[in-house]
């Protein structure tokens, strides 16, 4: 039995035009949210990938690059969660204009289609541009909500998915991760995502050549800080930091 609450007992106008207001204020603070974490996600990475692989370029090419990327990420997530909790909060409005009984929260949906419809349309309108940041947050994704689905299956007792736990598979799925993407790379590097081939090339590639001597193979200064660290906080017991299987 859902136990009564203060929007149980208005009369069915007050309790739209809380809903109303709810879903804006909730809709205005996901646009918030949003910029925010976007800038938050966005700037350290692209700095970081602009210190590995643009040093060659002029300070303030990269500082716009770094500002421009931050910035369509932040516009792209804040209008996605402007757009889909809008829409959930329509979805609700219309539900409960019609006299249909809602169980959750406001500001969540008030049926579980309601995120399809909203994730559809908001997806569509703010991430089906194709371009390098939108691109890279849609295959962030995909790997994500693949496995979430495959742990769905299996909860739902669906076969072979239910036969087996993610523990047990996840070694062949890293294998068989890895055995691709190096195949892919080695044979066909142009497919890859651009950030993603710039960092292998770096890793198995510009490894191959060293016209500097000694200094090529020399570990850099942000390297030995974090293996000297390492090293100190484990002095007791160093041969951890050997085991590949151990959580350091």
């Known amino acids: 039995h859902k136990p009564s609450t203060q929007a149980d007992s208005m009369r069915p106008d007050d309790r739209l035009a809380l809903a109303l207001r709810h879903a804006a204020l909730a809709s ?30 002029p300070v303030k090419e990269n500082i716009i690059a770094i500002i421009k990327m931050s910035f369509a990420h932040a516009r792209n997530l804040g209008a996605f969660v402007l757009i889909y909790k809008g829409i ?45 940041v939108n691109e890279q947050i849609m295959l962030y994704l995909l790997s994500r909500i693949l496995v979430a689905l495959f742990k769905v299956l299996a909860a739902k007792g669906v076969a072979p998915f239910s036969k087996v736990n993610f ?23 142009k497919t890859l995502q651009p950030s993603l081939e710039a960092s292998m090339k770096y890793l198995y590639h510009d490894s191959n050549a060293w016209t500097r ?23 007791d017991r160093i041969a951890e930091l050997f085991d590949l299987g151990a959580k350091v």
């Open 28 to 57: 205005i603070m996901g646009l918030r949210n949003g910029l925010h974490y976007g800038v938050k996600i966005r700037a350290p990475h692209s700095l970081v990938m602009k210190f590995l692989f643009s040093m060659n370029k």
């Open 167 to 189: 523990k047990q598979t996840y070694p062949f799925l890293a294998a068989g991760v890895w055995a691709i993407v190096m195949w892919l790379f080695e044979t066909h590097p």
């Open 213 to 235: 001597g000694a200094n090529d193979f020399s570990p850099s200064s942000a390297t030995m800080v974090v293996v000297g660290a390492m090293l100190w906080m484990k002095r």
């Open 88 to 132: 959930l909060g329509a979805l609700r409005v219309l539900q409960l204009s019609a006299g249909g009984p809602i169980n959750t929260a406001p500001g969540t949906p008030a049926a579980g289609w309601h995120a399809l419809v909203a994730g559809w349309i908001g997806g569509y309108i703010v991430w089906a541009h194709h371009n390098g």
